[in-house]
Each structure stands twice: as structure tokens, then as C-alpha cells.
């Protein structure tokens, strides 16, 4: 089955315009040899500065923004709509196909109450993803309790969408390290999740966490090791 890779794109390379731009490249110069990704963000930098704009400074709890009223929640709503709609420019403009989708899109995300966050209707992304299209995804859902849309953790949004897409594919969550480099995690041999070197060379080593806590390896790779088929020379990660 081929591989796909569930690329969750952190905080700090959100705010990297720089980075943004050579992920555009790193995606237009692989073209259609590129193996499928999808993208998966949640807010950013810039849904703090909208939100600051306005004088609200709340805290992270778990990866998301813990907003206190209902003009908070729809200016974090309204910011990680934006996020998505640049990085999609941002493709968009180094010619790669791209579609922007939100969680809350054909019921693409469902969260019950004290319920995982899971992927329940895949099928219409599988497709695009077997047309080579660029699926970029926003941690967004339908709160089952008041009928608003609210975020998730993208972490979360990762290990939903991998395993919802697994009857199509063989799912690889990805993390980047910090620099797009794997720096001090390179070696030939997969490390355990508590190493330190986690903390050393990746930007949120606490998603990285998250994620092999639900029992599968993660894949720390800059993009274009990814895009080139050079993989390996990424860092898997496993569960202590």
C-alpha cells in the first residue's frame, strides 16, 4: 500500500514565511512524483497577534488557544481560516495543486463528547489525494455541545486523519525538525520518544510526544526528504 504522509506543520514553522515559501518549492519541484501529503495546521503566531489586536492574551492548553468567550472563539475561528487560505496561496503561486479544507468540510472531522477526535468520511479526500492534489487541513470541528466550530490540537488532527485514511493508504505522521533539518537526531537507528535530542531538534517536541504516545513511530524529516523519496534520512521516533 502506498505511503502517505500526515505532515503537522507547528507553530514555528507557521510563523516562517520563509519556510512556507521553500515548502511551495520543495513541493513544485517534486511535481507529480511526489508521494501524497497532507498538511495539517492549527493557529499560530497569527492567530495570537489577531487576538492580541484586540487585547486578549490567552493561554495554550494541549496545543490550543483556551479562549474564554464567544468573540474570542470566532476571532481564533476566523484566523485559522486565514492560516489556511495563505499556506494554500502560498502553494498556489509555485503552481502546485492545493485545496484548502477545513475539519468542519463534509463532516471530514467529528468530536463526540468524551470521545478521540476521529476522521469519518476520508473518502472524498482520498481522491484528491490519488489526483495528486495537496490537501491542507485546519484543525477545525463542530463542537458537539454548542453547535460553534472550535480547534483541536492538530496533533490530534494528525493521528485522526491517519488513522481514517488507512484503508487507502499506509499512514506516516510526520514532525519537522526545527531548521528543516534533523541536526542532532541523525543517526541510522530510530530513538525512544524521551531521548532528549527531541527536545533539541525538533520545534514542538511535545507533539511529537503526543503522537507516538498513541503507539505508533513518527517520522521526524525535513520536506525535502520527504518530497525526494529520501526518507530515511529522517529520524523515526518510538514509544519508550
Known sequence: MQSLYVVYLDRHHLGDDLFLK???????????QAPPCVLVHGSGEKVERTLEAQGYFPDRSGGVLAVETEEQRRLVERAVREV??????????EVVSTVGIQGVDRGLLHKAPGEPLKASNTGW???????????VVSALVDAPDTGTVQEVPAVETVRALSEGLQASFDPVACVLP???ATGA????????AGDARVDDAVADPAAVRTLVGGGEPVLVAGV???LGGTAGEGVWVEPE
Open 22 to 32: 521553500s515548502l511551495a518549492q520543495h513541493f513544485a519541484e517534486a511535481g507529480a
Open 84 to 93: 489556511n487560505q495563505e499556506i494554500v496561496a502560498t502553494l498556489t503561486d
Open 125 to 135: 479526500l482520498s481522491a484528491l489525494l490519488k489526483q495528486h492534489v495537496v490537501p
Open 178 to 180: 526545527a531548521g528543516d
Open 185 to 192: 537526531m541523525d543517526e541510522t537507528g530510530p530513538i525512544s
Open 224 to 226: 525535502q526528504a520527504l
